[in-house]
């Protein structure tokens, strides 16, 4: 169809009674992960495409067949042969029922087939059969590979360049020559901004769950890395456990044995449930879905931002309506495998978007924020500089997208539609969306191009950037456990057997290893490819072509890098979908 700015558009009265019907389709729910804005029901348009549910049921499959490899038990393998047989009849039929896909996805992660502790760290790598065993599991414990997780692992948004450390995290230059032999001093690092601290603070006071009938922990754990000044690498230098210093809450150093093994767990475990309730479930799905439904109520079909945006929403409210279904429901998935209580991991949830105001989290504004934007002080930190690489292609084609039909700020002004749809956005009775402050009478194209990219970004490449890490990085269970299984220790005098004790048992484990390789796996659709006849209108071909050679260059460069750095891939070009679809 012809894109029109509302002003423009000669047919006025159907554009609007087709809003008008639209409107009733999509009503806002303000209870199911209260206070935050998600859709009531589910329209039967938003349901999976067919060519997406084969391509998830298939990858169930793969992860059943894991698990039956390694089930001893014959009626298990056969009852596994039998859910293969009903999702090829499914396939076959072609009936379009997500139901049954449901229950094979929910077979996928639940068949939990080797129970008990860990005796050895093999314990965990011998549990992959069919699904592949990630590297990382050759040197997850070496203290570089711990902090290069936290500058390209799945959570790459916590570490923030510090002076000095906090007064509640009293680490010396006894710790820091502990950690860093030779002339570098604490206070030269410092001086020569090569301090970075993750803080999880954010995770303090998380009511530790019981569930299911087993004790789990999580803390809100400080770390000092450093710069190494000649290495140029990332290094650990000291971890407090919890966020009160004192002298059951001690200070722990590389040179601590399996004590320090133990204190990287306890920040790995607060790294994850900030990731999974946090960066990844608040930050991308949750942040996304009240533009979805604003969108669609909003501006019409035939509005340009509606063309633009509504590719990268396709799949959105259907996986975020089954995450709410099933994976944060009570005694669901993530229920079992973190550290706190699902209520506590949902309110966490909650705050980590209400705490992430719009016009402030603009990617560049991000890095600048936490001191770590410029790469002569952190010269390796891949999710920084690959995902900028993308922030300004997104940017120059929304923007040349747009002046195709704002010519100047008067016409964004005049655009009623794109009034409501900010007005909406922000209402209590709407979307609720935090931090937009430059809509309606004083919004710009300059404006309205930064809101664009930061929505489509987020629905492709920093979705990418959180979730698919989750079979690479975190199904290897000992690189990054969800929940402490003893607690945090209060002495430097651990053995190897209580570093065991700390991960989780053997049947938590293999639920976080198929759940990581379900959502961790699955790629469908990719980033600029909009389909034939999505654009009609022939001028945005050229600004198109732009963006999909900037995408092309831009998977030369991140492949070049790859050759000169661990080799960061969750943001290769043809690895990273249109939307929130998994």
């Known amino acids: 169809m012809s894109a029109f700015i509302p002003q423009l558009d000669p047919d006025r009265s159907t554009r609007e009674s087709d809003l008008a019907a639209t409107r009733g389709h999509y009503v806002y729910n303000h209870t199911y992960l209260s206070p935050l804005a998600m859709v009531e029901c589910l329209p039967f348009w938003e349901q999976p495409s067919w060519q997406w549910m084969v391509t998830v049921g298939e990858t169930a499959l793969r992860v059943l067949a894991n698990h039956a490899e390694n089930d001893h038990d014959l009626r298990r393998r056969n009852d596994t042969h039998a859910k293969h047989s009903l999702f090829t009849e499914f396939v076959e039929r072609a009936s379009g029922e997500v139901h049954h896909l449901t229950h094979i996805i929910k077979e996928a992660i639940r068949s939990n087939v080797v129970e008990g502790p860990p005796h050895t760290l093999e314990s965990y790598a011998a549990m992959f059969r069919s699904i592949g065993l990630p590297p990382i599991h050759h040197d997850f414990h070496q203290d570089r590979v711990f902090a290069e997780m936290r500058v390209g692992g799945p959570n790459p948004v916590v570490l923030r360049r510090v002076d000095r450390p906090v007064d509640?995290?009293?680490?010396?230059?006894?710790?820091?020559?502990?950690?860093?032999?030779g002339p570098d001093t604490l206070e030269a690092a410092g001086r020569e901004g090569r301090l970075y601290l993750l803080d999880y603070r954010m995770l303090e006071g998380i009511e530790n769950s019981d569930y299911p009938d087993i004790q789990k922990y999580v803390y809100a754990p400080l770390c000092l890395l450093v710069l190494h000044r000649s290495r140029k690498v990332l290094m650990p230098v000291a971890i407090q456990c919890r966020q009160a210093p004192g002298p059951d809450n001690p200070i722990f150093t590389p040179d601590d044995g399996p004590s320090w093994q133990i204190a990287k767990t306890v920040v790995k475990v607060a790294d994850g449930n900030h990731h999974e309730a946090v960066t990844h479930l608040g930050r991308t799905h949750l942040f996304v879905e009240p533009f979805v439904i604003a969108t669609r109520r909003q501006l019409a079909a035939n509005h340009p931002l509606h063309i633009l945006l509504v590719p990268h929403f396709e799949g959105t409210l259907s996986i975020n309506n089954m995450a709410k279904g099933y994976l944060v429901d009570n005694r669901g998935p993530v229920d079992e495998l973190l550290g706190g209580t699902i209520e506590s991991t949902r309110h966490l949830t909650v705050r980590g978007v209400q705490e992430y105001p719009f016009d402030r989290v603009m990617l560049p504004d991000t890095f600048r924020a936490r001191g770590v934007d410029d790469p002569d002080l952190l010269p390796n930190y891949p999710y920084r500089d690959d995902a900028l690489l993308f922030w300004g292609a997104i940017h120059r084609w929304v923007s040349g997208y747009l002046e195709l039909y704002y010519h100047s700020d008067a016409d964004v002004r005049a655009d009623t539609e794109l009034a409501a749809w900010f007005d909406e956005l922000v209402a209590a009775d709407g979307g609720r969306v935090v931090g937009i402050g430059r809509s309606g009478p004083t919004c710009t194209r300059e404006y309205l191009a930064d809101a664009a990219t930061l929505i489509i970004f987020t629905a492709s490449v920093q979705h990418a950037a959180v979730n698919f890490p989750q079979y690479d990085l975190m199904s290897y269970v000992p690189n990054m456990p969800l929940a402490c299984y003893a607690p945090a220790p209060t002495s430097k005098h651990?053995?190897?057997?209580?570093?065991?004790?700390?991960?989780?048992?053997?049947?938590?484990?293999?639920?976080?290893?198929?759940?990581?390789?379900?959502?961790?796996?699955?790629?469908?659709?990719?980033?600029?490819?909009?389909?034939?006849?999505?654009?009609?209108?022939?001028?945005?071909?050229?600004?198109?072509?732009?963006?999909?050679?900037?995408?092309?260059?831009?998977?030369e460069t991140i492949e070049a890098r790859n050759r000169q750095r661990r080799p960061y891939e969750?943001?290769?070009?043809?690895?990273?979908?249109?939307?929130?679809?998994?």
């Open 570 to 582: 969750f943001l290769v070009p043809s690895g990273i979908p249109q939307s929130i679809n998994i």
């Open 168 to 181: 509640h995290f009293p680490v010396t230059q006894e710790h820091f020559a502990r950690a860093i032999p």
């Open 494 to 555: 651990a053995t190897h057997a209580d570093y065991l004790a700390m991960l989780p048992p053997l049947n938590h484990a293999n639920l976080q290893m198929g759940l990581g390789a379900l959502l961790g796996t699955i790629r469908y659709t990719t980033l600029g490819e909009y389909g034939e006849g999505r654009f009609e209108d022939p001028r945005v071909a050229e600004p198109l072509r732009r963006f999909l050679d900037e995408i092309r260059q831009i998977g």
